[in-house]
Nanobody, 127 residues
Framework: QVQLVESGGGSVLAGNPLNLSCAAS?????????MGWFRQAPGKEREGVAF????????YYADSVKGRFTISKNAVKRTVYLEINGPKPDDIGMYIC???????????????????WGQGTQVTADS
């Protein structure tokens, strides 16, 4: 059973990037080939934000974050990273790491294609 643990949430400070991490344990190279992030704000549906594949060269970004978010991976640590730049009000919410088989990274992104989920890490507005 693949386990996903997120870290790095916090308040988004104007002008400063925020970095999130998702570490996978009990890793399965097929069932967790696609890893990335969903986010969910109160009262809104869960939205696929950014995904990356371990076995291929797939990078997916939601249109709302292109040019501002960067997803990357470390194969040795089995960790996926998300850098948030130029934050907007819609970026606030719970960021949830998810993993699934290769097809999960293909458009359209569907929550039903992901088999493993983390607990989430909160991104809040700077107060």
């Amino acid at each position: 059973q693949v386990q996903l643990v997120e870290s790095g949430g916090g308040s988004v400070l104007a002008g400063n990037p925020l970095n999130l991490s998702c570490a996978a344990s009990q890793f399965d190279s097929y069932s967790a080939d696609c890893m990335g992030w969903f986010r969910q704000a109160p009262g809104k549906e869960r939205e696929g934000v950014a995904f990356i594949s371990w076995g291929g060269n797939i990078h997916y970004y939601a249109d709302s974050v292109k040019g501002r978010f960067t997803i990357s991976k470390n194969a040795v640590k089995r960790t996926v990273y998300l850098e948030i730049n130029g934050p907007k009000p819609d970026d606030i919410g719970m960021y949830i790491c998810a993993a699934g088989p290769p097809k999960a990274c293909y458009r359209p992104i569907r929550t039903s294609d992901f088999e493993y989920w983390g607990q989430g890490t909160q991104v809040t507005a700077d107060s």
